[in-house]
C-alpha cells in the first residue's frame, strides 16, 4: 500500500511517511482553501478491502482482466519537479498512463494539468487533500471527491469516472456511494514503492518482479518538500523497455478496465 502522507505546514504541502493514520496540520493560508473535518465514527467492524473487493467487485478494482496489457498510474501530482519529468519519459517511449491528482495541487498547476490531458494520458480524482478515507465520513469523502472533480473539469474539461482512495483505504459507505454516482475506484496490484525514495534499481525489481497480466502499477509523480522521486524517473524507461520484451502492451486504465474514461 502506497503511505505517502500529505501533511500542511508553514512551508507548504509536505509528504510524510508513515503506514496508518494520517496526521494533518494547515497553514493559515490553507484554511481559507480547506475547512476542518472531524473523523467519522468507528465502525464496530469495518469491512476491510479484500471484503470490499469482493462485495463491490464491479465498482473497486485492483488489476485488470488476465490479458498482456499493464497500467502505469502515477498519485500525488501535479507536481511541477516530477510530472514534467515522468511526461517526458512517456512522450519518448509513446506510452499513454494515468495520472490520479490531488485537488490541491491540480488547482495550482493547470498548466501542467492541460499538458497530462494534451499528451493523451488519463486523469483521476485523487481527492483535494488527500485524506485517509476510512477515517472520514460519507459526507467529507463526497466533498472531497466533488471538490476535485470540479478543478479537474475547469482544468480539462471532462469529469473523470475514476477515483483512487489515498493510501488505497475507504469505508463500505463511501464505496455504496461512488457506486451508486456512476464512479469506479481503483487501487493497485503491483506498488514500486517509489515514495520511499528509493533508487532506481530497487523500483525496477519491485515493479519487473511482480508484475503480470492485467497489472495496475503504483508510482507517483509528486510529492511534498524533500521527496525524492529520481528512482521512479530513472527506471520508468527501463520498466517500460523489459515488459514491453516480455509482449506487454502499455493501456491507460479506462482501456484496461473497459470501462468510459468520463462521467
Keep these: 500500500m ?32 480547506l475547512k476542518e473535518n472531524k473523523a467519522a465514527p468507528v465502525d464496530a467492524k469495518p469491512v476491510d478491502l479484500s471484503e470490499l473487493r469482493r462485495k463491490y467487485s464491479e465498482t473497486f478494482k485492483f488489476r485488470g482482466p488476465e490479458v498482456k496489457q499493464i497500467a502505469l498510474t502515477f498519485d500525488d501530482g501535479p507536481d511541477p519537479r516530477f510530472t514534467p519529468q515522468i511526461l517526458d519519459v512517456l512522450h519518448r517511449k509513446g506510452i499513454k498512463a494515468t495520472f490520479f491528482v490531488v485537488g490541491v495541487r491540480a488547482k495550482k498547476f ?16 485523487h481527492s483535494f487533500s488527500h485524506p485517509n478515507f ?18 479537474i473539469q ?3 474539461g471532462y469529469r473523470p469516472k475514476l477515483i483512487r482512495p489515498p493510501y488505497g483505504e475507504i469505508r463500505e459507505e463511501q464505496v455504496q456511494w461512488a457506486k451508486k454516482n456512476g464512479y469506479t475506484l481503483v487501487n493497485w496490484n503491483v506498488d514500486s514503492q517509489d515514495w520511499k525514495g528509493i533508487d532506481k534499481n530497487k523500483v525496477k525489481s519491485n515493479v519487473i518482479d511482480t508484475a503480470g497480466p492485467g497489472s495496475i502499477i503504483l508510482q507517483h509523480s509528486g510529492g511534498g518538500v524533500g521527496s525524492n522521486l529520481n528512482g521512479t524517473i530513472q527506471a520508468l524507461p527501463e520498466i517500460i523497455d523489459t515488459l514491453q520484451a516480455q509482449g506487454y502492451h502499455f493501456v491507460d486504465l479506462a482501456e484496461l478496465l473497459q470501462t468510459t474514461k468520463y462521467r
Design 2 to 33: 502506497a503511505a505517502s502522507l500529505f501533511m500542511y505546514s508553514g512551508s507548504g504541502l509536505q509528504t510524510v511517511h508513515a503506514s496508518s493514520v494520517v496526521h494533518e496540520t494547515r497553514s493559515q493560508s490553507d484554511k481559507g482553501d
Design 110 to 125: 493547470p498548466k501542467l494539468m492541460q499538458r497530462i490531458h494534451q499528451e493523451g494520458h488519463l486523469i483521476g480524482n
Design 134 to 151: 476510512r477515517k472520514r465520513s460519507v459526507k467529507q469523502f463526497q466533498t472531497e471527491i466533488l471538490r476535485t472533480e470540479k478543478i
Design 154 to 156: 475547469n482544468s480539462v
